[in-house]
């Protein structure tokens, strides 16, 4: 058994969320990773395709989700379950931003159009 702390949680910041690593390979996990993302309004994610499948649940806020060629739209609640290798892009609403909690495997790869293949600091 493995206790991660709440002060041992890690925080990555880019231009478009904050991921706060509350598990994952490298914070006591094995196979699988548990991060939340909050995203303020308004604030849109890179077009980016996962190796692995991820799970989202909307704890607050609101977002819409573009996977492959559908738009699903998403509020407090919602979990929505994205599978492997299918372009993503994640739009936090305009006026609430959005907040969830995903999990996934952790150690999974991201890659897009112009972008080289990396394991996302918040999952590794």
Do not use: Y
């Amino acid at each position: 058994m493995t206790v991660i702390r709440h002060a041992d949680a890690r925080c990555t910041s880019t231009p478009n969320a904050t991921m706060t690593t509350l598990a994952s390979p490298t914070q006591g996990g094995t196979d699988q990773a548990l991060w939340r993302v909050e995203m303020t309004p308004g604030a849109v994610g890179p077009l980016h395709a996962m190796d692995g499948e991820q799970v989202w649940t909307v704890l607050d806020g609101a977002a819409h989700v573009d996977v492959g060629d559908a738009t699903e739209e998403l509020s407090a609640g919602d979990t929505l379950v994205l599978p492997a290798g299918v372009l993503r892009r994640i739009h936090a609403d305009p006026d609430a931003g959005m907040t969830a909690v995903v999990t996934g495997r952790g150690g999974s790869v991201a890659s897009g159009p112009d972008r080289d293949p990396v394991v996302p600091a918040w999952i590794s």
